[in-house]
């Protein structure tokens, strides 16, 4: 999941092309448009609702938790909300200081909305996920088109906050644009539907126990599949001129491209549980090494986060300056490589991340029901 949003926020830094729809840089060499071909039906709308469906999974399993162990509900729902505003903190604090790519406030954004619906009857959680999806079928298009005919022409124009020469006047203005970017993140994508669907995964277990839910997840594997690469490939083709397309017929195409991608977030969700089903990771080196970076995600996430600002952010190294879509590639999976490196010393010396440790002392000091 990690690297996925590595290889998302990667080609955002990119100054040295012009920008194609989702901002993804267009041309360059049969090698980088293999890469943004990859990037636009693999990557792009599909990782966001990969983090918000194991978002909602992991929140209904540690409030469940927490009730099973005799923590009464109220400073159960207390202590999620707590996580949810340390999360937006987090975010703040990484968009203003490393990169405007954040993802942890509109998640910690999402855990506010939506927390109290972990504890509800399957029956009213179905009633919001539908209520939700109903929602998005009318902010989504409307986020698309925002992304075609203001932001996308601002970038081209202005410039990105991303590629600023001056890291103070880069600072300042991601501190005034967060917010408004929390908000365009929770009304644009369809996180609220899918974490939702997370809470319910997790009643069911069905991540806990694969082996008993083998079937589902073959069966959400391949259609999750077959309907993110269909709803990606028409985008796609416009991305890569093979076909014109108005900007407004572009803007739905976008919408489709969105909506698609909690398909393809289910599916790699499936897929992951079918690799590791019947598999402990013991003696496996890769796979602890994976699992070591999973118990230390936050750190994990704001070390490739500095990583990939400081290679290729102007003030910095400002490699984005000199690549083009195969080096922000290769510029994603060397920042996920080395914080998952970082994630493997610290489990070889038995230390937590610092972020994350950090996390659970502001979420769990003291709490009175």
Not at 212 to 218: I, K
Request: glycine share 10%; net charge positive; with cysteine.
């Amino acid at each position: 999941m990690l690297l996925l949003i590595a290889l998302a926020h990667a080609p955002l830094f990119l100054a040295a092309t012009e920008r194609s729809v989702l901002y993804r840089p267009a041309g360059g060499s049969p090698l980088d448009e293999a890469m943004t071909f990859l990037g636009l039906v693999l990557v792009d709308n599909r990782a966001y609702p990969l983090f918000a469906l194991l978002l909602g999974y992991g929140m209904a399993r540690m409030i469940g938790h927490q009730i099973s162990s005799g923590l009464a509900e109220p400073v159960a729902r207390r202590l999620l909300r707590r996580r949810g505003w340390f999360l937006l903190m987090f975010g703040l604090f990484n968009a203003v200081l490393i990169h405007a790519a954040d993802i942890l406030g509109p998640y910690g954004l999402l855990i506010l909305l939506v927390g109290w619906v972990t504890l509800a009857t399957d029956r009213r959680l179905w009633q919001v996920i539908a209520a939700s999806a109903l929602v998005y079928l009318a902010t989504v298009p409307a986020m698309a088109f925002f992304m075609e005919f203001v932001a996308h022409p601002s970038m081209a124009e202005d410039g990105s906050v991303f590629t600023m020469e001056s890291y103070t006047t880069g600072a300042i203005i991601r501190l005034f644009s967060w917010p408004i970017g929390v908000f365009l993140t929770i009304a644009g994508y369809p996180l609220i539907t899918v974490a939702l669907l997370g809470v319910w995964a997790a009643r069911k277990g069905i991540l806990d126990d694969p082996e008993q839910h083998r079937r589902f997840l073959v069966c959400t594997a391949l259609a999750g599949l077959t309907i993110s690469l269909g709803g990606a490939l028409p985008l796609t083709a416009v991305a890569m001129d093979w076909w014109s397309m108005d900007r407004t017929t572009t803007g739905w195409l976008t919408s489709l491209h969105i909506i698609t991608g909690v398909a393809g977030g289910l599916a790699y969700a499936a897929m992951f549980g079918l690799v590791c089903m019947g598999r402990s990771g013991a003696g496996n080196w890769f796979a602890q090494t994976l699992a070591a970076a999973g118990r230390r995600s936050l750190t994990c996430y704001l070390l490739q986060a500095l990583i990939l600002a400081f290679l290729l952010s102007p003030p910095l190294l400002g490699l984005g300056g000199t690549i083009h879509a195969a080096g922000a590639v290769a510029a994603g999976i060397l920042a996920w490589a080395v914080a998952v490196g970082v994630c493997r010393i610290l489990h070889e010396f038995d230390r937590a991340g610092p972020a994350d440790a950090l996390l659970r002392r502001l979420v769990y000091r003291p709490v009175t029901g």
